[in-house]
């Protein structure tokens, strides 16, 4: 099988490092959106056109599924559907899934973009999950170099007193810091790419391929992919036109 992954950077990786844990003999193909990042500021416009290219660009490579390795995107999920035919699948529906049966009290960390739209929140609450939302609109940019500090349980502060079980890694950016995170909170963290693994199921061949493409890249950004990835891929530039 041929899958399309894509992200506005490093995030998605996460989650493709799961997928190929289960799923290693596929044919994966990475497009994360490194020009326009940090997806999580954008306008729901914005972010649909940028989506959309990206889609039409796997459609032209002929993936037979695609998945929105973005939780800002995935709660566009139903907006992307439905320009293409190719199976779409997305985050923040797994992660609800997993959620459901195991906690009633959860934390969601995210960007601004994603806490602002509420879907992720509403899934959750439509099955009687109470939810603690908060936009960590730092933590993209200091993971993909744009800033260079970061002080985790300062952005984290005002959840701090409040009683949760968990804490959902509501940007797929976000298990760069699962360290950080769960000490600040002392609870366990819920990574998406995890929950989407577990629930997707990917065809396998005899051999494992992966090509990455990135808007644009540079030398901090192949660093950046190899300590995800744990091993040097080439990575294309490409960016697509909007
Ligand atoms: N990794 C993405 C997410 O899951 C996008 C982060 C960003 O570019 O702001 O939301």
């Keep these: 099988m041929r899958i399309g992954v894509f992200d506005s950077g490093i995030g998605g990786l996460n989650v493709l490092n799961e997928l190929i844990k289960k799923y290693k003999n596929a044919e994966y193909i990475y497009y994360g959106d490194t020009y326009y990042l940090p997806y999580g500021s954008k306008t729901k416009e914005e972010l649909i056109a940028l989506a959309s290219r990206i889609i039409l660009f796997f459609e032209k490579e002929n993936v037979d599924m695609i998945v929105i390795a973005c939780g800002t995107c995935s709660s566009l999920a139903n907006n992307l559907k439905i320009i293409t035919e190719i199976p779409i699948y997305d985050v923040i529906t797994p992660t609800v899934e997993y959620i459901k049966n195991r906690y ?17 929140e509403r899934q959750l609450k439509e099955q009687n999950i109470e939810v603690y939302p908060l936009s960590c609109p730092h ?4 993971l993909e170099g744009l800033i260079d500090e970061l002080d985790v349980e300062e ?9 949760f079980e968990a804490v959902i890694l509501g940007c797929t950016h976000f298990p760069l810091l699962k360290e950080q995170i769960e000490n600040t909170f002392n609870v366990p963290s819920i990574d998406m790419g995890k929950c989407l693994t577990e629930m997707i199921h990917i065809e396998e061949h005899n ?36």
């Design 139 to 142: 933590f993209v940019p200091y």
């Design 207 to 242: 051999n494992f391929e992966l090509t990455i493409y990135m808007s644009i890249v540079t030398e901090d950004l192949k660093k950046n992919v190899k300590d995800i990835l744990k091993k040097e891929f080439p990575i294309i530039e490409k960016n697509l036109p909007v």
């Design 104 to 120: 009633q009290k959860v934390a969601l960390l995210a960007t601004n973009s994603t806490i602002q739209n509420g879907v992720f």
């Design 155 to 163: 952005e984290l502060k005002s959840l701090k007193n409040d009683s």
